[in-house]
């Protein structure tokens, strides 16, 4: 149990008994590491007109470890990430803070049916499967990125990765990415899947595959929607060593997006 889950149930008494009289109502989900230093989730009462700043105020005081983090804490409102954390919360939100994220339907049967998807699964990936849904007669070219859990990392040896989503964003995240993809590259679908939960050395984490008229636009595609996937969608990854374990994040905020402990004016 982590250290936060076990003050869960109190969090949520406290949120409650400090906030009698308000009448705005916030759920509050916390990932990754920042899950680890808090608890899962909690349901915060506060005074009508509260903004997302001074709700994470108020957690950072219930929870000093969440301190640790300092300025790199990303926080979503309703799914959506906060460009403006002086937004306005309002009953029955849906507020949400992590860190920097770490770096299945049925096969269609007809050339027509050949579309996007972007899927999360605890299943195994086949690799050549999720291939093979992006590919209609009039392309030349398929790619495909299948990125999986290796066993070396720095020297340290791993035992098994655990993958960790918030599922609703992370999806619309990876739909966000594949109209951006249709818009800077001459593709023709791309398709994402990736893995959550345990996942053992050797096996794929995660699945990009491109379709295109042309190669160029097909690899071109492939290696900026995986490299903004890292940057952008909120899914983390934990790694399990011989002699410890550790949250794995990334290099910092979205680009036009701030962590909630950066008070710079933008």
Known sequence: MSEGAGRQTGARADAHRAGEGSDVRVRVLFFGAAREAAADELTLS????????AA????????PGLRRFGSSLLVAVNQE???DLEVEL?????????????GGGDEPSEEEDARDFFELTTDTIDVGA??????????GATVTLDGYAREWTK???TLHLVYEAYAPMALAEMRRLGEEA?????????????????TDIGETSVVIAVSAPHRRAAFEACEWAIRELKRTVPIWKKEFFEDGEIWVEGEGAPEGFRGVGDTREG
């Open 130 to 139: 999720v291939a093979r849904r992006v590919v209609p007669r009039r392309c």
């Open 182 to 198: 249709h818009r800077r590259f001459d593709i023709a679908h791309i398709g994402i899947v990736h893995r959550t939960g345990r």
């Open 46 to 53: 506060l005074p009508s007109g509260t903004n997302a700043r």
């Open 90 to 102: 309002k009953d029955g939100d849906e507020l949400a803070l992590f860190p920097p994220v770490s």
């Open 155 to 157: 020297g340290r040896r």
């Open 56 to 63: 994470f105020g108020r957690l950072l005081e219930e929870y």
């Open 81 to 83: 990430y906060a460009r």
